[in-house]
């Protein structure tokens, strides 16, 4: 089991700056991609961002170049970097973590934590 704990969201204007971060713990091993994944009310979960354990990284049109996401393998722990910050941003961001199990893998989520980006 994988357990995934996400912090730093919170109330924000819009053009601001917030750090999110997701912190792993439990059977960690064969833990490949992570990534973050956001839900506004009334929408479909969708994905934000996601880094590989190589440090590849991928990202969705709308927040390229204004969010950037990191990894620190050894404190297990996952970042978002969010500037300029929009209120089409705000929703519930996931924390999501992939673990490879035989030829497939099995996708691990946190609680999520609400941004809000006032206009």
């Known amino acids: 089991q994988v357990q995934l704990v996400e912090s730093g969201g919170g109330l924000v204007q819009a053009g601001g700056s917030l750090r999110l971060s997701c912190a792993a713990s439990?059977?960690?091993?064969?833990?490949?991609?992570m990534g973050w994944y956001r839900q506004a009310p009334g929408k479909e979960r969708e994905l934000v961002a996601t880094?590989?354990?190589?440090?590849?990284?991928n990202y969705a049109d709308s927040v390229k170049g204004r969010f950037t996401i990191s990894r620190d393998n050894a404190k297990n722990t996952m970042y978002l970097e969010m500037n300029s910050l929009k209120p089409e941003d705000t929703a519930v961001y996931y924390c999501?973590?992939?673990?490879?199990?035989?030829?497939?893998?099995?996708?691990?989520w946190g609680q999520g934590t609400q941004v809000t980006v006032s206009s």
């Open positions: 880094i590989t354990s190589g440090g590849n990284t």
């Open positions: 439990g059977s960690l091993g064969s833990i490949s991609v």
């Open positions: 999501r973590a992939d673990k490879r199990v035989g030829f497939g893998r099995t996708p691990y």
